[in-house]
């Protein structure tokens, strides 16, 4: 008879489980009908292998969110970012889509690329738009008009970053080894950093692949230094990058000006691994931390406030300046709320975020056009003592 007991007792589970998420699926559809709240879901990676950045998108989306109810909301009424952790997986990317898909009325992300590419085909045939901020243009496209590039095609932007770096070093640099992790977009990243060396004179670049499963690079970093080049670019992870910079050294690089770190790698752990390492090495992002918008500075101080003094990082204003975005969306629109009007007014938040003009960003104001920015560059730092030098703008 126990048998049969565990099986009502597990019936008895599974109903409630069901129960449970109507209530919650009826609970957050009503919040739209009432219009008591604006919601807006996230889909994250809060778990898994880069959850590091997860974290400073969710710091930064929560902190727009606050600051705009402390402001009086959206049109009176308060926002919340509701988060969906995805991990760095695909399957659990499709569910946590799954669970928003038929009420949401814009989604902040999905990251990473795993989880984009997973989840992003379910998302434009519900006809539901997402900010897939993070990511880049040559992955974001194919979701179009579904979802937009927060970055210029990478063609546009990275040769100019590597052809400025070497010619800072008044053409001393003409044989580079780049340790390329093959992840995500970053492989598609390399080339377009070979097409700025070539351009930039540099005759003999080697590519050495970084595992994604590998824990020490002494051996990758002595193959490397065997073929005597004149300089190392660094496109993987931002603990296999620290890890790479530390064994470089080790084995006796010394010129660390000839160590440039892209963009990607500008995170917590490349700074608490390398630490002193880093000194004199170049780096490049999308932010300008010497920037004099209000906002910036305020931002800055409590990010580093809140990160052990770290600056923010590469990717750290994304979803801040989404979310302001979406808040502009809803106020010049006439956007309701309410799941009626669903439908439509998913097109309208679509619509304006792809071709608003002016849009004030935290650090910059810009225009986009289909989906696509104008006017956005990266900019180059030396690092010292953990910060970050400015150098200059790229081409």
Known sequence: MNWQKNIFLNSIRVFLTILVALLL?????????????????FLNTLTGSVASIGNYMSWSAQRAAREINESGGINGKPVIVLEYDTGDSAEKAISEMAKIIDHSMVVLGPVPEVCIQASMPMAVKQGLFCMTASTSYEIAINYFPWSLSWFPPTEDVL???????????????????????KQAVWPQMAKFHTIGLETAGVNKILEVEVPRDAIMFDSLVVKALSNQPDGFILTCSPEKAAKIVVSLQRQGWSDTSKILIFSSADDTPLYTTAGEYLNGCYIYNYIDPNSQNERWISFREDYKREHGGLEPSSLSTIYY???????????????????????????????????????????????????????????????????????????
């Open 25 to 41: 699926s009826v609970s957050a559809v009503a919040y739209q009908e009432n219009q008591k709240v604006w919601k807006i879901d």
């Open 159 to 181: 040769p100019g970053v590597t052809k400025t770096w070497v010619e800072l070093h008044d053409e001393s640099i003409k044989s580079i080894v780049q340790f390329t992790e």
């Open 321 to 395: 300046d989404c979310v302001y975005m979406i808040k502009e969306a809803i106020e010049n629109t006439g956007i309701t709320g309410n799941i009626e009007y669903l439908t439509e007014e998913r097109i309208k938040i679509r619509d304006y975020c792809r071709n608003v003009k002016a849009f004030q960003g935290i650090q910059q104001t810009w225009d986009m056009n289909d989906g696509v920015p104008s006017e956005k560059g990266a900019f180059l730092f030396i690092i010292q003592d953990n910060q970050k030098d400015f150098v200059c703008q790229t081409e």
